[in-house]
């Protein structure tokens, strides 16, 4: 550890910009993760809406099969001679 330490100052000591840059990349990486994480939850958004929209549209269709369904069986009894 003592020896990473000692490594890390002389490359301050000697290369101040390339400390510098090591700084300005990880605002940059924690700029982009930030950048990440918002869009997954705008996806996320979206996809719960989309799904929920699905499933409303399916259950209309399957109430209206069954609204089909259930007048086509009364027309037929009406058709059906006593």
Do not use: C, H
């Not at 700029?31 to 958004?45: G, P």
């Not at 996809?47 to 069986?73: C, D, H, K, P, T």
């Amino acid at each position: 550890m003592q020896q990473q330490l000692k490594s890390l100052g002389d490359v301050i000591v000697l290369d101040p910009q390339k400390s510098l840059t090591l700084v300005l990349l990880k605002k940059d990486v924690e700029v982009l993760q930030k950048s990440i994480d918002d869009r997954i939850r705008e996806l996320s958004s979206s996809v719960e809406r989309l799904y929920n929209i699905v499933g409303w549209s399916v259950g209309a269709l399957l109430i209206a099969i069954l609204g089909q369904l259930i007048a086509g069986f009364f027309a037929r009894r009406q058709m059906e001679p006593r």
